[in-house]
């Protein structure tokens, strides 16, 4: 699945390139989005086949497994600057998105209305961010860093090719995720909200992994906590409003006393590491080190 949504978002930022739409732009939008590729097909997938606690589980584990595992890891590994103006104004964002959800969810029900709210706000974040990158100001680090790792010298027939690889495989290998992850729940005796919440979000969040630890490596801190803000923003809006259009109805008491809330104090601590209103901020190994400890706490505690 991560490499199926790697060549969709190899493919789909070759062809926008070659077509003229800003290097921000794709950088903030489609790369952005197709991160979360594998986290909204399984949550389509997983609603369509009824079990709609894995779609939820699967949004919520991946929020909390992208900053208390993905990012506590790439901190641990490299202190992580946070210089952008324009991630210091994606963090806010994330954190009312992420409120929102937690009020939608907090009387146990997802609604077909939520979840078409939902998704006319993922709209409205993406005007917004395209709105953000047509208007960044000149230097900004991650602009700089966005253009650096979009591919270049790429045909458009190459790119077309990619993109419907990408749209080919992922449902498929969504379809697979989804249908093991119900064999090992029931093998094991798991309920459909933990096992989206562990093996789906773990599995899922591997694109976040691989492009922060290679960002750190470059050196492109910004564009590696940006890929962590905009695929938790993502999926809160498009992921979590798959079950609501797809299956609407009751949710576990679960997600609704435990889970939502494990999210939204990760969250917060992202926050309050992340932002400055001064200069630059750094979220320093200490802080990681806290982050991955609040993991190992949260896992131990629903398995």
């Known amino acids: 699945m991560s490499w199926s949504a790697d060549r969709f978002v190899f493919g789909a930022s070759a062809l926008a390139k070659n077509i003229g739409v800003s290097p921000m732009i794709i950088g903030l939008t489609i790369v952005a989005m197709g991160s979360s590729a594998p986290e909204i097909v399984v949550s389509a997938t997983a609603s369509y086949a009824g079990n709609v606690n894995t779609a939820v589980g699967n949004a919520l584990g991946s929020n909390i497994t992208n900053i208390a595992l993905v990012l506590a890891l790439t901190a641990l590994f490299k202190p992580l600057s946070v210089t952008s103006s324009t991630l210091r104004r994606e963090m806010p964002v994330l954190l009312l998105v992420t409120i929102l959800a937690v009020f939608f969810l907090s009387d146990g029900f997802l609604t077909k209305i939520e979840g078409i709210s939902l998704i006319i706000l993922f ?50 290998s969504a379809h697979f995720m989804v249908e093991s992850a119900v064999v090992i729940a029931r093998f094991f005796g798991m309920s459909d909200l933990v096992i989206g919440l562990t093996i789906i979000a773990l599995g899922t969040s591997l694109p976040e992994l691989a492009a922060s630890i290679a960002g750190v490596l470059k050196g492109e801190d910004d564009l590696a906590l940006g890929n962590i803000i905009g695929s938790n923003i993502f999926n809160l809006l498009a992921v979590l409003a798959m079950p609501g259009l797809i299956a609407p109805g009751a949710i576990d008491p679960n997600a609704a006393s435990r889970d939502m809330y494990a ?24 802080e990681g080190g806290a982050l991955f400890m609040c993991y190992c706490a949260y896992v131990y505690s629903i398995l």
């Not at 969250?267 to 320093?284: D, E, M, P, Q, W």
């Open 263 to 286: 999210m939204l104090a990760v969250t917060v601590l992202l926050f309050a590491f992340s932002f400055s209103l001064k200069g630059s901020r750094c979220i320093n190994r200490w």
């Open 123 to 172: 709209f409205l974040v993406i005007g917004g961010l395209t709105w953000i990158s047509m208007n960044v100001e000149k230097g900004d680090l991650l602009q700089k860093e966005t253009e650096e790792e979009l591919p270049s010298n790429v045909k458009t027939s190459n790119a077309v090719f990619w993109v419907i690889v990408g749209l080919i495989f992922l449902p498929l």
